[in-house]
């Protein structure tokens, strides 16, 4: 049985997580109307659904437990955005705020000796490093890139690829 505590802060990092399939969704829009970026679209799609998954975990998880998982009322993201390099920063500070929720939902864990969602917190731990590191390197390309139009171009060409990869590697 979950805390109340527990609970809580479970069901924060549901809203949190459908926040971030919520603010990907309006990335990929935005992206799949600027022309040439078809596959950070698609990109941005993916981590969408992705991070709806992330989502119904958490709430199967809560549910499981004997908690009661809220299905959380969200703001309205940012739509638009100055360029694409103003994106994935968003991108990646995003990252880095669900990361540290995580880490703060272990510490909470480990305080309330709730073994069971410490166990099952270290995916999203692992899930989290994936998704920082990914978002840093996408950065990191589109820094080197600057304005060069063919390096957007092949940037676009190969994004795909960074979700490819197994995870881990």
Do not use: C
Request: charged share 30%; aromatic share 10%.
């Amino acid at each position: 049985m979950l805390s109340k505590t527990i609970q809580e802060a479970l069901n924060n990092q549901v809203k949190l997580e459908a926040a971030s399939s919520h603010a990907y969704l309006a990335m990929a829009n935005w992206a799949d109307i600027q022309p040439g970026l078809d596959n950070v679209a698609e990109y941005f799609f993916q981590q969408s659904d992705e991070e709806r998954v992330h989502m119904l975990k958490l709430m199967r998880f809560i549910n499981e437990r004997g908690g009661f998982a809220f299905v959380p009322t969200l703001e309205q993201p940012i739509i638009t955005f100055k360029g694409i390099k103003s994106m994935f920063e968003d991108f990646l500070k995003h990252e880095i705020v669900v990361s540290i929720s995580i880490n703060e939902l272990v510490d909470l864990a480990l305080k309330e000796k709730d073994y069971a969602t410490h166990n099952f917190l270290q995916w999203y731990v692992s899930e989290q490093i994936e998704e920082e590191k990914s978002a840093r390197v996408l950065n990191d390309k589109l820094e080197m890139i600057g304005e060069d139009k063919s390096g957007l171009y092949l940037f676009d060409r190969d994004i795909m690829m960074t979700r490819q990869r197994p995870r881990g590697k």
